[in-house]
C-alpha cells in the first residue's frame, strides 16, 4: 500500500498534495500575526467564513467605501529565487492601499490570497508576516485570506500572491477634486526604490549584468542584488492622511505604479489639463541608474516602465504648496516640487518633460 493512502487502498486528498491538516496548522501560527493589526472597528480574529468591519465603531457616519486590489507581479521570482519571503507582503499590502488613499479614503481592512503547489508553513508565514507588518503600517486590519494548495497549478516552491483593501471616506470628501486648474503645484514623494513595477524588465537586465541574486549589491549598501531588489514599496497611507484631515489644499493624489509618471498622472487631471514635469527635480535612487546603465534603458523607457524615484505625486494649490510640503516632510517623506500643471490641447501629450533624469 503507497503511503498516505488510507487502510483500504482508496486515495486521500494528502495524495493528491493536498495536506489540509498543515493548512490548519497554519491558520494557527497566523493568528498572532493577525490580531497584531487590530484597529478600532475590527477585532482582527480569522478563521470564521468572513471578515467584519463596523464603519460606525470607527467613526464614520456617511461613509463611501473605496476597495482597490493588485498583486506583486514578478518581483516574487526573485523572492522565490532568494528564498527572502518577509517582503513581499509588505508589497502586497502597499500597492493597494496607495491606491485607496489616493482617493481621499482611509484603508479600513485587507484579505489576501496565497497560492501555491506545495504548501510551505514556513514560506507562507514569513509572507503573511510581510503582510501583516504593511497593514499595521497603513492602520488597516487583516480581516482574512485564503490559502490555497493547487499541485499541478504552480510548480513546488513556487506561489503567488493577490491582495484586497478596502477604506471608506465620508461622501463629499473623495480625491480628486474638481477644482484642480492650471497653476496648481505637483510635489513628489520620494519612492523607496522600484516598488512592485517593471521586474519582468528588472529580471532581464539582471540575466544581461551577469551577476547573480547572490552577488553584492552594485548600487547600495544591502548585502546582495536580490536583497536590494525586494526592498518594499513605501507605504504613504499616514502622511497623506495627516495631511487631508488636516484639511490642507490637496486636489489630487496619484500613485505612480505601472506606465510612470506618463501613464498614472493623467488619471487624475480634467480633460484640458496636463502636467509639465522638470526631470532635474527628480532624485532618482541609485537602482535606477543602474537599471539603465546595466539594460542599456533609455530614459523614455525608464520613464514609462519605472517610478524613478516618484512613488506618489501630490497636486496642491500653488498658494498651499510650502504648507503642505512642509507637513509631509515633518511626517517623514522626502518632497520635491517637480512642476505645475498646465493646460494642452487635444494633440498634446498629457505629461510634458524637460530637463533630465539623473541616472549617472
Not at 493568528?31 to 467584519?52: H, N, S, W
Request: negative net charge; proline residues 4%; contains cysteine.
Amino acid at each position: 500500500m503507497a503511503e498516505n493512502q488510507s487502510s483500504g487502498g482508496g486515495l486521500t486528498y494528502a495524495d493528491a498534495g493536498v495536506d489540509i491538516d498543515a493548512g490548519n496548522a497554519l491558520v494557527e501560527r497566523l493568528k498572532a500575526l493577525v490580531r497584531a493589526t487590530r484597529r478600532t472597528g475590527a477585532d482582527a480574529e480569522i478563521g470564521g467564513f468572513g471578515g467584519l468591519f463596523d464603519l460606525k465603531a470607527a467613526g464614520f457616519t456617511d461613509p463611501v467605501l473605496v476597495a482597490a486590489n493588485d498583486g506583486v507581479g514578478t518581483k516574487l521570482k526573485i523572492a522565490i529565487e532568494t528564498g527572502i519571503h518577509d517582503t513581499v507582503g509588505v508589497d502586497l499590502v502597499a500597492m493597494s492601499v496607495n491606491d485607496v488613499v489616493v482617493q481621499g479614503a482611509e484603508p479600513l481592512f485587507f484579505l489576501d490570497y496565497f497560492a501555491c503547489g506545495k504548501l510551505s508553513g514556513d514560506t507562507a508565514y514569513d509572507v503573511v508576516k510581510g503582510i501583516a507588518t504593511g497593514c499595521m503600517d497603513a492602520g488597516c486590519a487583516l480581516i482574512g485570506g485564503e490559502t490555497a494548495e493547487m499541485p499541478g497549478m504552480y510548480p513546488d516552491g513556487d506561489y503567488d500572491l493577490a491582495g484586497f483593501a478596502v477604506g471608506a471616506a465620508e461622501r463629499g470628501k473623495l480625491l480628486p477634486r474638481r477644482d484642480v486648474t492650471a497653476g496648481d503645484v505637483l510635489l513628489a514623494l520620494a519612492s523607496s526604490g522600484v516598488h512592485s513595477n517593471g521586474f519582468s524588465l528588472v529580471r532581464r537586465i539582471v540575466a544581461r549584468s551577469g551577476l547573480t541574486l547572490e552577488a553584492p549589491s552594485p548600487f547600495s549598501e544591502h548585502p546582495t542584488l536580490g536583497r536590494a531588489l525586494l526592498t518594499p514599496t513605501k507605504i504613504y497611507v499616514r502622511s497623506l492622511l495627516k495631511a487631508l484631515k488636516a484639511g490642507l489644499a490637496i486636489k489630487a493624489l496619484a500613485h505612480i505604479t505601472g506606465g510612470g509618471l506618463p501613464d498614472n498622472l493623467p488619471r487624475v487631471l480634467p480633460d484640458g489639463l496636463g502636467a509639465a514635469i522638470d526631470l532635474g527635480a527628480i532624485t532618482p535612487p541609485a537602482v535606477f541608474g543602474w537599471l539603465a546603465r546595466a539594460g542599456g534603458v533609455a530614459e523614455a523607457e525608464m520613464l514609462r516602465t519605472f517610478n524613478c524615484g516618484v512613488g506618489m505625486v501630490v497636486v496642491v494649490a500653488a498658494d498651499a504648496a510650502d504648507e503642505v510640503a512642509a507637513l509631509l516632510t515633518e511626517e517623514g517623506e522626502a518632497v520635491a516640487r517637480i512642476g505645475e500643471i498646465v493646460p494642452i490641447s487635444a494633440a498634446d501629450d498629457p505629461v510634458r518633460f524637460s530637463g533630465a533624469l539623473d541616472l549617472a
